[in-house]
């Protein structure tokens, strides 16, 4: 069955600082994914995604992560955080429909990234 | 633009209630879904639609219903509902038959309040 972990609930890293945010998945195949942001009082917004190709993959606003199938994980970095980043980040998996897998997104529980000044 | 609409924004509910969450898409997307959020929760989702006519349950179905009529619409209907159903509603789409190669895109999202 897929599954996503984002082990830490909050991230809290200085201005100017570079920032990660974990996610490790499960999914028979090659897995589909993707990061989403969340602001405050808002939906969704996608991020980055990783299909196939170049393990580091570069998205919106600056964010790029890194896909490591021997670890099976996929995280989220940024090089020098800004506070407008501060948000609530989701880590997504879809696989490919048989093998146990629907071909559903799966959603880990959501990291909140605090940016101080 | 092209997305996912979802109507109304906010709501207030007496116990009992029942109401429809409206989801349209001009997308052409084959699959829809239906998401809450919760605090601590992420995203649980309640019900899905691969295509006109097909709709199935998510991991949270009990109190809600759904129907596709058309590829665009995809309501979910609250039967009575509870002040445990407060929460925040997102609607989301992407293609299906095309390709899983998509992520979804989501509506802004419904916050509902039950009293």
């Known amino acids: 069955a897929q599954s996503v972990a984002q082990p830490e609930d909050q991230v809290n890293v200085a201005e100017g600082n570079p920032l990660t945010v974990k996610c490790t998945y499960s999914?028979?195949?090659?897995?589909?994914l993707f990061w989403y942001v969340q602001y405050p009082n808002r939906g969704l917004q996608f991020l980055l995604k990783?299909?196939?190709?170049?393990?580091l993959v570069k998205g919106s606003y600056g964010f790029e992560a890194e896909f490591n199938k021997s670890q099976t994980s996929f995280h989220l970095k940024k090089p020098s955080a800004l506070v407008s980043d501060s948000a609530l980040y989701f880590c997504?998996?879809?696989?490919?429909?048989?093998?146990?897998?629907?071909?559903?997104?799966?959603f880990g529980q959501g990291t909140t990234l605090q940016v101080k000044p | 633009n092209a997305g996912v609409t979802q109507t109304p924004k906010f709501q207030v509910l007496k116990t009992g209630q029942s109401m429809t969450l409206q989801c349209a898409q001009d997308m052409n997307h084959e699959y829809m879904s239906w998401y809450r959020q919760d605090p601590g929760m992420g995203l649980r989702l309640i019900h899905y639609s691969v295509g006109a006519g097909i709709t199935d349950q998510g991991e949270v179905p009990n109190g809600y219903n759904v129907s596709r009529s058309t590829t665009e619409d995809f309501p979910l209907r609250l039967l009575s509902a509870a002040p445990s159903q407060t929460s925040v509603y997102f609607c989301a789409s992407s293609y299906w038959y095309r390709g899983l190669g998509d992520g979804y895109t989501f509506g802004s999202g419904t916050r509902l309040t039950v009293v």
């Open positions: 999914v028979s195949g090659n897995p589909y």
């Open positions: 997504a998996v879809r696989g490919a429909v048989g093998s146990g897998n629907t071909g559903k997104l799966i």
């Open positions: 990783y299909i196939t190709g170049d393990n």
